[in-house]
Structure formats: structure tokens, C-alpha cells
């Protein structure tokens, strides 16, 4: 069930909120409701939070302020701001920041219902997408040493130097082995053992080789191709 947190200023506003969303149908439910920017930062940081709906002026900390906070450190979380004015100024701040949507006072509470909607079907393709790509790791390890291999060194500090930390890399060392096994043979191989077995070969080959460098902090095997 989604987590949800109602922040304003105005105690009404936030009880319309609440009162008015069929929360159950959105299988969410409100875990907080708040007068203050700062109480949302602290509960975000210590609870599992998937949807904020705040009012962008509030004292103190405005709605676009903490929404900047919250992002920084969970940027996977969604926030709909709301604002009693019209204020095409507020608008594209609120898209530089990063929320999820803005919307007007008064609330459309049908339209409201549809943006969390919207927004929580989001989190679900974010999920899976996050999913996807935590599995395809291990390839984007693999690609990332094949450019390092290849690309020079002014090329390799533009194009990669993001990925270490993403990738939980460590490079601090002061000497790197590289090791090149190619299979010269290969299509002879292949026409002897048929593909089947020429692949199973090849991955037995990759396992022996990981496991020969298994006892060193950092060992990458990986798939390249070179130039004939």
C-alpha cells in the first residue's frame, strides 16, 4: 500500500484533502498530514514515503524549497504541488525542481484523485525500469571496462567517469592486470563442437577464469570484441 503525506499551512485544506480522495480505491493510504515543511524532511527521512501532496507557500520552508531537499536525498519519491495563485513563475520552478505535477487552488478533488493516480502508476514503471536495469548490471560493468580498454584517455575521463560510483566500483589502485584470451579458432570450433557446445565451452572457459582471480579484491571478465 502507498504511503502518502498532506502538507499545509491551512489545517482545512489538508482535512479537504483527506476527506475528499478515495484513498482505499488507490490502494494508498495517508500516513501523515502536516502543518510545516520541516516535520515532512524529518518523516521522509525516516519513513517509506511514495507520494507527497504540499501547498507551495508556506512559512518558514516554502512547498518548492522542501520539495528541493526531499529530491536530493529520494529522488524516486513523487510530490504534487498546490498553489491558491496562478503563477507561471511557480509552474516552471516546480518542473526545474523535479515534482511530479502542480496544480491550482481550488482543488478539483476528481482531478487530484487522477494526478495521484497517475503518479503511482509511474512509481510502478520506475519499479520495474529500476528492476530491469539492476539486472542488466553485470553487462554495463562489462561495458564500461571494453570503453575503458578502447577509448583514450581524454574520451574515457568525459564518457565514463560517472559510472564507478554508480557502479560501485573500485578503482583507487595503484596497478591494473589486463589479460586478452582470444579464440583464434574459433570457427573451426564451432564446425567441430557445433554451437551448442562451442557456447557451453566458452562459458566453462569464463568460469575457470573467474575463478583463478576469485581471491583478488577486484576481477572483471567480460566479452570484447577487437580488431581483426
Known amino acids: 500500500m502507498r504511503k502518502v503525506i ?3 499551512d491551512n489545517h482545512l485544506s489538508v482535512e479537504g484533502i483527506y476527506k475528499n ?4 480505491s488507490l490502494n494508498s493510504e495517508v500516513a501523515y498530514m502536516f502543518y510545516d515543511s520541516h516535520s515532512v524532511i524529518d518523516a521522509v527521512k525516516s519513513a517509506n514515503i511514495d507520494l507527497i501532496i504540499s501547498d507551495i507557500e508556506m512559512p518558514i520552508i ?25 503563477k507561471f ?21 476528481n482531478y487530484l484523485s487522477t494526478i495521484i493516480n497517475n503518479a503511482f502508476v509511474q512509481l510502478e514503471k520506475e ?34 567517469s560517472k559510472y564507478p560510483d554508480y557502479l560501485n566500483i ?5 596497478y591494473f592486470l589486463t589479460l586478452n584470451f582470444r579464440i583464434t579458432n574459433s570457427k573451426t570450433l564451432k564446425n567441430d563442437l557445433g554451437i551448442e557446445k562451442y557456447h557451453i565451452s566458452l562459458i566453462d572457459l569464463g568460469d575457470h577464469i573467474k575463478s583463478a582471480f576469485s ?8 566479452k570484447m570484441k577487437f580488431p581483426k
Do not use: T
Request: glycine share 2%; hydrophobic share 40%; proline share 3%.
Open 21 to 24: 480522495i478515495d484513498w482505499k
Open 6 to 8: 498532506i502538507v499545509d
Open 89 to 109: 513563475e511557480y509552474a516552471r520552478e516546480a518542473i526545474r525542481v523535479g515534482v511530479y505535477d502542480y496544480i491550482e487552488k481550488p482543488i478539483d478533488y
Open 127 to 160: 519499479k520495474r525500469n529500476r528492476k530491469i536495469l539492476n539486472e542488466s548490471r553485470p553487462l554495463m560493468i562489462s561495458k564500461f571496462f571494453s570503453e575503458l580498454i578502447h577509448l583514450n584517455s581524454d574520451e574515457a575521463k568525459y564518457n565514463l
Open 62 to 86: 516554502s512547498g518548492l524549497e522542501m520539495s528541493k531537499q526531499i529530491l536530493k536525498f529520494n529522488p524516486n519519491i513523487k510530490i504534487i504541488l498546490i498553489s491558491a495563485f496562478d
Open 170 to 174: 573500485d578503482l583507487n589502485s595503484k
Open 215 to 222: 581471491k583478488f579484491q577486484l576481477y572483471i571478465c567480460c
